[in-house]
């Protein structure tokens, strides 16, 4: 089993920043690819970008050159940058962990969320 904390949301004008911190707790060796996923009202549940044990990423392509994953794995700590956020960024942001075919599937363990809302 495995617990991850989401910290780092908020609220935030077009053009700031914010930093999204999750830590995982439990099985460690569940923790493989970790991953960023968000969901804005009214809309489908989007991966946003996903790290793998080796340290690759993925992004999808509306947040490429503005977000950054990145992780620690001594503290089992996954992060994202967001940098020039947009209003089309505000969403609840999850993390996720687990194999990497899980974790694309949306599947493995979740964190509850944490809001991000960029005003214009």
């Known amino acids: 089993q495995v617990q991850l904390v989401e910290s780092g949301g908020g609220s935030v004008q077009a053009g700031g920043s914010l930093r999204l911190s999750c830590k995982a707790s439990?099985?460690?060796?569940?923790?493989?690819?970790m991953g960023w996923y968000r969901q804005a009202p009214g809309k489908q549940r989007e991966l946003v970008a996903t790290?793998?044990?080796?340290?690759?990423?993925n992004y999808v392509d509306s947040v490429k050159g503005r977000f950054t994953i990145s992780r620690d794995n001594a503290r089992n700590t996954v992060y994202l940058q967001m940098n020039s956020l947009k209003p089309e960024d505000t969403a609840v942001y999850y993390c996720?962990?687990?194999?990497?075919?899980?974790?694309?599937?949306?599947?493995?363990?979740w964190g509850q969320g944490t809001q991000v809302t960029v005003s214009s």
């Open positions: 439990g099985r460690s060796t569940s923790i493989g690819t």
């Open positions: 996720a962990v687990g194999s990497p075919s899980t974790v694309l599937a949306g599947k493995g363990y």
């Open positions: 790290i793998t044990s080796g340290r690759l990423t």
